[in-house]
Structures are given as C-alpha cells and as structure tokens.
C-alpha cells in the first residue's frame, strides 16, 4: 500500500494514492491530517476548497458527508435539488 | 544552460524550423495535402483554415502562425475565391525575412498543376531554410505554454501540481510560461487575482473568469459532473484547483488574448473565451484549437497533461505530453514523454517530476524529439471566433 500524499505544505488533507479505508475511498480521495474542526477550512493545493461541516478526525474521510463548498453547492444524483449540502 | 536557436530576422529565435503549407479555405485543403505528403520525412508541415467567409481572429492568428520562431518559409495555396486575404499574409511573411509564395488553384489551372507547381516550390525553399543562421538562445527567451485533456481523476493530483513546479522554476529562471482555461477557474477567480502584480491586472483576471462563467451558462455547460464526486472530488473550487495548480505559485505578469505576445519574462493567463454574445459555438471544441491559440501567442512547446490518454501533439511547436496516471501510462507508453504517474506509484514525488519536465523543457528545445513529434502528430485546427483588443491593464509595464 502506497503512502498517501501531501499536495501542498499548507494543506490539511492527504491524498490516497490507492484503495484505502477498507475500499471505502479509492485513488484521489482526501483524508484528514490533523483534527479539522466544524466551519475550518479544508486547505488543498495551498488554498481553502470548502469547510467542514462537523468535526473532522485525523486519518477520517473527507468529503461530501463532512464538508462543503463556500462557493456553490456541490450537485450529486443523490441530492438534485433541495437536500444539497449548503 | 544554451542552445543554439533559428534566429528571425524580428530578433525572435525558434527551437524548429518548419516550412509550412498552409490552405486557406477547405476547397485548398487537397492540394495543400499532396505538396506537403510528397516531403514526408522532412520538415514540412500542413496546416490551414477551413472557412470561406472573413474572421478578424482567424486572421490574426494565420499572421501569428506565419511568423512564428518555429516556421522558416510558407506556402499558401488558396483556391482563388476565399475571402482570406491572401496577399497581406504574404507580404506580412515576406516583410518578417522568410520565403513565401501563393499557389492559386484556380490559376494554375487546377489540381495538379497547383500541386506542381506547389511541390517545386517547396523543393528550392526547404533548401533555403536550411541556411537560417543559428544563435545561442537560454530560457529567458523561451516561452512554454500549458493544457490539459482527457482529465482524470489523477490529473489534478499529479501531472497538474507537477507542471505548476516546473513553471515555478522556468519563471524564476526568466522564462515566459502561459496558462489558460479560465472556465476552470470558476470559484477561483479571488485566489488567482491575488496573484497579479498590480491591482488593475486583478480586476482583468477576476473580469476573465467572470465572462468565461456567463458564457459556459449561455452554453449550457454543467461544471461539476457527479463523475466527479466518485473520482474524490467534492467541491467546484477543488475541481477548479485541480486544473489551475498547473500554473503553479508565481505572480502573475499579465493577462493575453489569443495572438497577443507576452511583453516580458513572467506568468501569463491567457482569455480563450470570446467577447461580446456567444456567436460561432463553444469557445474550444478540442483541446488543439487551445494548443494552436497558446503557439499563436509565441509559444515555443506545449506541456500537455493527460490521464485518461490523449495522443495529441502539434503543428509548428513541440508536445511534452506528462501523463498522470500510472495505469495509461503502462499501456500507451510510446506517446507519454514523462510519467507523473510514478508520484501515485511512490516511485517519485511532485517535486521530482517537476524537475523531470523542467530538464525535458530544456531537452525538447536544444532539438529532442518528442514522443508525438516521433509518431508524426501534426493535430492542427483554426476556428471562428471574436474578440475585442486588450484592456491597457492587462499587460503592466
């Protein structure tokens, strides 16, 4: 298994370079790398790409369940319309 | 670090040195084709623009293309009733110290007159090109552009950063590199503008972002696929971030339309959305027209990431192609120049194949081939579109 790796010094995400968290996330996918508390940014590439939406623990799973964009709400097939996570 | 360049009469130095046959209308295109297939092997390339009624862009960017460092001498074969104007491209050639000429199809009494005449032509000129006299050139006159295609989910996360380092090191050593894709910028456009160096410039690049966002609406594009999501992605401004690292951490010097040449030494963007109300389509329909539009902008080569695979290369300017995933780069080994995948594999980091472009940038233009120069890519297209000149912003003293 391949070490998951960091994009930026600033960043407070690693990124899985293969088959993680018991096939959970896959290649791409973020996870924390350090405790990320509800409304703190979640740094990528240097820069924030949205906020947490409760608290984050160190090595947990990043994403649509946890966190959300600042800028437009992220459209999935699960939530069309109203359920979006703004 | 040096090598010697082609040097033009404008001072400007090329890292190539193609005769171009260049159609400039569809009906010229067959004609075009027979002349440049009879010198396969050697430096003669094909390019041209289909359309028969004017464009001011389309123009522009033929003259940018005409008079590129990379291109020794142009033939122009045109069919006799396009509206291009042919004989101020010409001129414009002629006036920049390269050989020209014009075959007219309906002159020369057709096809294979035409093609005659266009392949004696050729003949005396590629032996004249051969003469350019050559100079030292160094990284401070060499300009790199960057696109991305057939994206993955691994593009952002390797090839993309990776470019980004290269970019940082070509402009700390007074190179000239320039991104694009502002309608990936969206939601971005307040990280990037604070990178500009002056105020001005910021509310150009904010401006730019701003009109790429009204347009792609207009078009109806969708900016986050739900694709995306299951590839890792959760937010526009990740996805956005995932293509914009390619332009790295550098100030950014100024802003450009197609055919506008960068000034001095530094960081550009370049605007490939139209101006005014959406006219001809989408602002690119491929990924060479942007290619074609960053060599129009002197553009000496292309870094071209890809993770699903993209075979392209160019007419005119060399392709480093850095492929982000592991997987296509073991099957499609012969066209990927550098494997950014080997950072997912732990086999290399983002830093490394960042220095692994940078001496391939290096390489490529000292006169190394490259992979899709060695499978005989030429992918050229020249479409319709309008823009209004640039703001006195954009470019800061």
Known sequence: MQKPIKLHPLDNVLILTDEQLGGLAGIGHKIADCLIREGEKIIKYGVPIGSATTTIEIGEHVHLHNMKSDYIPTYTIETPDKENNN | ?397
Not at chain 2, 197 to 205: S, Y
Not at chain 2, 209 to 219: G, S
Not at chain 2, 235 to 249: H, L, P, R, V, W
Not at chain 2, 315 to 320: K, L, R
């Open chain 2, 1 to 397: 670090m040096q090598w010697q360049g082609y040097l033009r009469k404008d001072g400007r130095k090329g890292i190539r040195n193609y005769l171009l046959v260049v159609y400039l209308v569809e009906c010229a295109h067959h004609v075009a084709r027979e002349i440049s297939r009879h010198f396969s092997g050697e430096p003669v390339q094909l390019i041209g623009f289909a359309g028969c009624y004017p464009n001011a862009y389309a123009d522009r960017i033929m003259n940018a293309l005409c008079t590129h460092p990379n291109a020794g001498a142009v033939l122009l074969v045109s069919l006799g009733c396009e509206s291009f104007n042919r004989k101020q491209l010409e001129e414009n050639i002629r006036a920049s110290g390269r050989p020209a000429d014009t075959i007219v199809i309906q002159e020369a009494g057709g096809t294979r007159t035409a093609i005659d005449q266009g392949v004696k032509w050729v003949k005396q000129a590629v032996n004249i090109i051969k003469l350019v006299p050559t100079a030292p050139m160094s990284i401070e006159e060499l300009i790199v552009g960057t696109v991305c295609g057939g994206s993955d989910g691994t593009s952002g996360i390797t090839a993309n950063p990776a470019v980004g380092r290269a970019f940082n090191r070509l402009v700390a050593a007074n190179g000239t590199a320039i991104f694009e894709e502002t309608g990936e910028m969206i939601g971005l456009e307040d990280i990037m503008s604070r990178r500009a160096i002056t105020p001005e410039l910021a509310i150009e690049l904010k401006k730019s972002v701003e009109k790429a966002a009204r347009y792609y609406t207009l078009m109806g594009h969708g900016s986050f696929a739900p694709g995306n999501a299951d590839g890792g992605l959760t937010t526009i401004e990740e996805k956005s971030m995932g293509a914009y690292c390619k332009s790295g951490d550098s100030a950014i010097s100024g802003l450009i339309k197609p055919g506008d040449r960068p000034t001095k030494p530094g960081l550009y963007l370049m605007d490939v959305v139209p101006d005014g109300d959406p006219k001809f389509g989408f602002p690119n329909i491929n990924d060479s027209v942007e290619i074609v539009e960053m060599i129009a902008s002197g553009c000496h080569m292309i870094l071209f990431t890809t993770g699903r695979g993209s075979v392209v290369g160019s007419a005119i300017s060399p392709v480093i192609k850095i492929c982000a995933n592991p997987a296509t780069y073991r099957k499609m080994q012969e066209d990927m120049d550098i494997n950014a995948g080997a950072i997912l594999s732990g086999t290399a980091t983002i830093d490394s194949v960042g220095d692994e472009i940078f001496t391939r940038i290096l390489e490529v233009a000292g006169g190394n081939v490259t992979c899709s120069e060695q499978l005989g890519h030429q992918e050229f297209i020249l479409t319709y579109k309008t823009f209004t000149p640039l703001g006195p912003a954009c470019l800061p003293a």
